[in-house]
Each structure stands twice: as structure tokens, then as C-alpha cells.
């Protein structure tokens, strides 16, 4: 079926050192996995995302990997910054239009 | 800004009774979604509307109904409402394919 799990469910990290959180999906249709941060307040803004076909993907201090076979990509923070603290969300697409979410990583940045 | 409008932001109601949330899509974008977010079952999709049709269905609750209107501004209508639909409630908006969705920044509503 269509499920996203993802871990951990809290983060914290010294300022400039790396985050990275994981997610697993169970239906091999999924196809597309976006990530959204969310700050307090805010709706979910869309940061990073990545296709089925495509390894990684690099977008200055963030990173996306995903691993097909084992069913499980990752969100990579390098360097980070105290504006790095948010809510991290997973998703994934499985060949509908809707994308069913992970239930959020709430990542702190240490100063 | 995402460019997705949610009114109102703020919404405190009793029990049973019905409230309407309005959602104005980015300008172009055909497919508005609706999203529950509670503490505890993160961003629950509710229902999709493309072009004023809808085209799929979450786990939305009988009590809960969306239209999308001609001009592609959608409501989504909570009735007979009870404590446990206190959440946030979020619309997004895309241009069709159901990728790079585009949230508001919601309607948080608490039933007293």
C-alpha cells in the first residue's frame, strides 16, 4: 500500500555539523519524493525532490539519495544553520497525483 | 510566499456545528488538495479537485465535503463538528500533475 515511514521523529544537531533523515516507502509504483519544510506558522514549502530514475540530487546544502532496491531515500543538511531548524517532511507519489506524507522530522539546530 | 491563499487563518467553533474554509490557488494552477495536519497523524490527505472535478479522495470524513468552483477557488465544508477535528487544515495547489504542490499556510481550527 501507500505508506511513508520516516525517522527519526526529533533532531538535533551542533550548528554546522550534517543532518540526515530517512524515509522507507512499501510500493515499488512510487515514482516521485519530494521534501517540504515546514517552519512554525508556515505551510509546507517544497525544498527538494527527486525521480525515480535519478540516484541523487544536489541543491547547495541539501541533498537528496535514493536507494530504489532497499525502498528508502534520505535528506542530507550540510554545514548546518540556525534557519535550518524546522519540521522535515518526506513523500512520496505512487503513480496517483496525491503525495502521502511522512509524519515529520522535527530537526533543532544546536547554536 | 507560495501564493496560495487559506482564509480565515484562525477559527474557534463549538461542537456541532458547521464551518466553510476557503482556498484560492496559485494563479494557473488547476489542482487545488486539501491536507489535515494534527499533532499526532502528521499531513493527512483529504480530498483532490482538478478543473472543478474532483479526482481523488482520502481519507476525508462523510461530515466533510469540497467543491472547486468555476474560477478554481475550493471550500472545503466541516459539519457536525467534533473536538477531534481541531487541526490544521492546509490547501495546496499544483498545475496538474500532483507534483511540487504549493501549501498555504492554513486554517487552524479548535472545536470548544
Redesign the interface.
Known sequence: GENVEQHPSTLSVQEGDSAVIKCTYSDSASN?F?W?KQEL??????II?IRSNVGEKKDQRIAVTLNKTAKHFSLHITETQPEDSAVY?CAG?FG?????????TRLTIIP | D?G?TQTPKHLITATGQRVTLRCSPRSGDL?V?W?QQSLD???Q?LI?Y?NGEE??K?NILERFSAQQFPDLHSELNLSSLELGDSALY?C?STS???????????TQLSVL
Open positions: 516521485y519530494p517540504y506558522g508556515k505551510g509546507p514549502q517544497l525532490d517532511f507519489s496517483n497525483e496525491k503525495l502521502t506524507f511522512g509524519t515529520g | 507560495s496560495v489542482s488538495y491536507y497523524q502528521g499531513l490527505f483532490q482538478y479526482r481523488a482520502g492546509f495546496a496538474g500533475t500532483g507534483e511540487k504542490l504549493f501549501f498555504g499556510s492554513g
